[in-house]
Nanobody, 126 residues
Framework: QVQLVESGGGLVQAGGSLRLSCAAS????????MGWFRQAPGKERDFVAA????????YYADSVKGRFTISRDNAKNTVYLQMNSLKPDDTAVYYC???????????????????WGQGTQVTVSS
């Protein structure tokens, strides 16, 4: 079993920045890929960003490319999402996801992930 705890969400004005963290605990001794997803009110959960085990490969949704950066610190079992130039459309609950995988790749489909965090609210005011 793996537990994921997100933090760093909050209220920010448009154009501002936030840094989300996701700390993994439990059976984290194997390699794993990580991802961030988000769900706005009344909408489905959407892919935001993903990162391979090594951190050497990343992928972003078009809507956040150039503004968000995903990174990880495997020594701390933590993945980060640096969010800059935030827009009101970025308002959502942000979830991190965990998938056991030792290869140098990332995953875009939420069904591919094994574990999920409880989510952290990000609200961007105009």
């Amino acid at each position: 079993q793996v537990q994921l705890v997100e933090s760093g969400g909050g209220l920010v004005q448009a154009g501002g920045s936030l840094r989300l963290s996701c700390a993994a605990s439990g059976r984290t001794f194997s390699s794993y890929a990580m991802g961030w997803f988000r769900q706005a009110p009344g909408k489905e959960r959407d892919f935001v960003a993903a990162i391979s085990w090594s951190g050497g490969r990343t992928y972003y949704a078009d809507s956040v490319k150039g503004r968000f950066t995903i990174s990880r610190d495997n020594a701390k079992n933590t993945v980060y999402l640096q969010m800059n130039s935030l827009k009101p459309d970025d308002t959502a609950v942000y979830y991190c996801a965990f998938k056991y995988y030792s290869g140098n790749y990332y995953f875009l489909n939420e069904r591919q992930y094994d574990y999920w965090g409880q989510g952290t609210q990000v609200t961007v005011s105009s």
